[in-house]
């Protein structure tokens, strides 16, 4: 059985098999910070689980529009027709807050927000906060997670 923890203070995602580490990834959280309110941007802390996973199957770099593929493959030249867009690529893995009041429902609520776990342009910096509250990664490493973890996997996400 397979978990994750997401560390934002070292903007790491870490996979675990059993109490075992498996993997270690570099990540990008919120570039407002943590928090869970509604329409913030930034990243809610706590117990999660992954809801759904999106994706499966497309090629890397394909472009997700309200989960959805668009039939798009992201290139440098896509991006600057489209500047205004916040690149969700390759695979999404949707997050459900298990914490009432702090995650789940009123306010707080992770999968009304749309929280994913998801690609980015892989010119998108790592280790860095800059996404809009989503958990964002280099688009090979999205993929392989993907393919690791199944829907109800434990996701933490600490400060």
């Known amino acids: 059985m397979y978990s994750v923890v997401i560390s934002v203070s070292s903007q790491t995602l870490c996979l675990y098999q059993g109490k075992q580490k498996v993997c270690q990834y570099p990540i ?4 407002n ?17 992954i809801r759904a996973k999106i994706g499966e199957g ?14 798009e493959i992201y290139t440098p030249e896509l991006a600057h027709a ?20 702090m995650n789940r429902l009123g306010q707080v609520d ?12 892989d010119s998108e910096p790592m280790g ?24 109800g996997t434990e996701v933490l996400i600490t400060a």
């Open 28 to 31: 990008s959280s919120a570039l």
């Open 33 to 49: 910070g943590i928090g869970g309110e509604k329409n913030s941007g930034k990243t809610p802390l706590g117990r999660h689980r």
């Open 58 to 71: 497309l090629p890397i770099n394909s472009v997700l529009i309200g989960r959805r593929p668009t039939g």
């Open 82 to 101: 489209y500047p205004e867009r916040d690149w969700v690529l390759s695979r999404i893995l949707w997050l459900s807050g298990q914490e009432i009041g």
């Open 110 to 121: 992770t999968m009304q927000r749309y929280i994913y776990i998801h690609g980015t342009p």
């Open 128 to 151: 860095v906060p800059r996404s809009h509250g989503c958990i964002r990664m280099r688009n090979a490493d999205v993929m392989a997670l993907f393919d690791c973890v199944s829907v």
